[in-house]
């Protein structure tokens, strides 16, 4: 079951405005203000620098050692978040942030940890961390969130529905909705997914990376239409992702609708040429059924190197040389789709008639 785990945000802070250019001024006056916005701009890198500078102008300030240090984590610099973030919480044991960004830092290090020992370790550190925050703000929504997701990273999922639950009985937000929708997929229940993907929706309409995982999630019910209008509704409001793009490719195949499938799956290896390997597979057979076999071989010999142990990818390449007479290329890729996967029934037909 492919499902997908959501980087909330869990700031103590509000987002300042996003002005692309903050004003001088603003960078002389207040640093910490301008770390803010460069940081909710996503230019991680220059919020660190200047976030730097205010910390050497206010040493020790708790809103800018919380900042640095979630800046830190974006940029990979792991250890010095983790230490900035420990030291935020041993002087300021009342400050929410500490924890949460603390926690943070522990399930980056897991993430990065190719231990599986020494990672589950990491994990256990930031639900202790948790439930010292819990302690200092019984309340707050985003630790119940982050609570979630440590346990989805456990495997634990009913006590990551049941974190989810509480958060969302403090603050009702698309992020949480999504996650719980991601729990019930990971369980395999669709159905409770697709009702909390809806609802979520809801509250985020412009939220294209929500769409994207509900569309997909329609696409396992077979509801391929709602699938491909939800996406087509997202890309009115905002243009999709290559992600956006491979997902509505895959709806338009479902729903035989060949020509469209083609735009939106070459759009999807545009925007990104090695992140969807099967988009490539899924082109192939796109080109074989409006009866181009040499645009379906360029694209299936892209998708057989990229993934050459996929017997599936074989068999169309196979095909496409076979509708374009070459014969001896086709009974290859039939051998060594038949060598990948014993007794494919498909692959020996073909090598019959080859």
């Known amino acids: 079951m492919r499902w997908f785990l959501v980087a909330l945000s869990l700031g103590t802070m509000p987002v300042l405005a996003q002005n692309p250019s903050p004003p001088a001024q603003v960078a002389e006056q207040n640093p910490l203000r301008l770390g803010v916005e460069l940081y909710a701009l996503g230019q991680y890198e220059a919020a660190l620098r200047v976030l730097e500078r205010a910390l050497k102008e206010n040493p020790g300030d708790p809103d800018t050692l919380y900042w640095m240090a979630r800046a830190q984590l974006k940029v990979g610099l792991l250890n010095p978040a983790l230490e900035n973030a420990k030291e935020l919480v041993a002087k300021n044991p009342r400050y929410i942030g500490g924890y949460m960004v ?19 370790d990491y994990l256990n550190q930031a639900l202790s961390v948790l439930r010292d925050a819990e302690r200092v703000s019984p309340r707050y929504a985003p630790l119940f969130a982050q609570r979630g997701v440590v346990y989805l990273y456990l495997g634990d999922l009913d006590r990551a529905e049941e974190a989810f639950r509480r958060a969302l009985a403090l603050e009702d937000t698309p992020q949480v909705r999504s996650a719980l929708a991601e729990v019930y997929l990971a369980k ?62 895959q709806a338009y195949m479902a729903l035989k609708r060949f020509k469209e499938a083609g735009v939106a799956l ?7 040429p090695l992140r969807f390997p099967a988009a490539y597979y899924y082109l192939g057979q796109v080109y074989l059924a409006l009866g181009d076999a040499q645009k379906a071989k360029s694209r299936l010999t892209v998708a057989v190197r990229l993934e050459p142990r996929k017997a599936e990818y074989r068999y169309q390449l196979c095909l496409a040389n076979e509708k374009l007479g070459d014969k001896e290329g086709a009974r290859y890729q039939c051998q060594e789709a038949l060598k990948l996967k014993p007794g494919y029934k498909e692959v020996e037909e073909v090598l019959k008639r080859l």
Do not use: C, F, I, Q
């Open 188 to 249: 395999g229940d669709l159905d409770r997914a697709l009702a909390e993907y809806a609802k979520a929706l809801e509250k985020a309409p412009k939220d294209t990376s929500l769409r994207v995982r509900y569309a997909t999630a329609l696409l396992l019910k077979g509801r391929a239409e709602e699938a491909a209008r939800l996406l087509e509704e997202g890309h009115k409001l905002r243009p999709l992702d290559a992600e956006g793009w491979y997902t509505l490719g």
């Open 266 to 272: 070459e759009n999807a290896v545009a925007l990104a």
């Open 102 to 120: 603390l926690a943070e830092a522990y399930v980056a290090l897991y993430r990065a940890s190719g231990d599986r020992e020494r990672g589950r």
